[in-house]
């Protein structure tokens, strides 16, 4: 099968690139190092993206941006995938303040050339979209807690697992971030709603490599 991953040279994207090019997919990359434009010099990710290319054997990274409409959905349209695992994003809370108009535009916009690739030129593809806990800005801050000797606790049982899909994303202090990875996830979940695309929405927490 065919994978299209996004952010590929990213801490999450480069390892979904290993997973599935260790399983014998094709997995072609999409990431055009914007990680330096956001971070400065010292944020590429082109490192990884040479490492990956060496470790690899079926796998190219195509050097583009997911805001570029045109060039997402022309190569949904000439290499339509079976599987898309988008991780590229802007992904610092700190950042989006500085560059709002930036933040939004990869983030929201680009998952939504994204997805009208998948639904134009691949619509039995799965959607697997990164999402990020920041959607429930500070409403989990709300759950009672219990302190214990040496640590706070989460009091209700129902919480040990993690903070439920049902915590509300309204009405909550997200940063520009969140609210753009916000616009983001309920876009993705609209496509599969609406439109019936296999979309699946994974809102991760703190995810280190
Ligand atoms: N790492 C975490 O702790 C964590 C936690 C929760 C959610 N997430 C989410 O997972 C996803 C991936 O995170 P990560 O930690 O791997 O990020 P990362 O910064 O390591 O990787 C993102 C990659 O996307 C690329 N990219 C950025 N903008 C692009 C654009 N416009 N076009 C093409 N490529 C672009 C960057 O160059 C970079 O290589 C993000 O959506 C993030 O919000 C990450």
Redesign the pocket.
């Known amino acids: 099968m065919r994978v299209i991953v ?8 480069s390892a979904a690139v290993r997973h599935w090019d260790a399983l014998g997919d094709e997995v072609i990359g ?7 434009t ?1 971070f400065g010099p010292d944020g590429s ?1 082109k490192w990884n993206q040479s490492r990956l290319e060496q470790e690899t054997s079926n796998f190219r990274t195509v050097s ?4 570029d409409r045109d060039g997402v959905l022309d190569l949904f349209k000439n290499e339509p995938p079976d599987l898309v695992v988008h ?5 610092s809370h700190d950042k989006a303040a500085a560059i709002p108009f930036l933040d939004f535009e ?1 983030n929201a916009n ?1 998952t939504l050339n994204l997805l009208e690739g998948t639904r134009q030129h691949a619509p039995e593809a799965v959607f697997c979209h ?4 920041k959607v429930y800005g500070d409403a989990p801050n709300e759950l009672p807690l219990d302190e214990l000797e040496t640590r706070w606790e989460y009091a209700r049982e129902e919480d040990y697992d993690g903070i439920s899909e049902s915590c509300r994303i309204d009405q909550t202090m997200h940063s520009l971030f969140g609210a753009s ?1 916000t616009a983001a996830d309920v876009l993705a979940q609209e496509y599969g709603k609406y439109f019936g695309l296999k979309t699946g929405v994974f809102r ?5 490599g």
Do not use: E, Y
């Not at 991780?87 to 992904?91: E, H």
């Open positions: 996004t952010g590929s040279s990213g801490l999450i994207g999409i990431d055009n190092d914007m990680r330096a956001f990710t583009l941006d997911i805001r991780c590229a994003a802007q992904p990869v680009g990164m999402s990020t806990n990875k991760g927490g703190c995810l280190t």
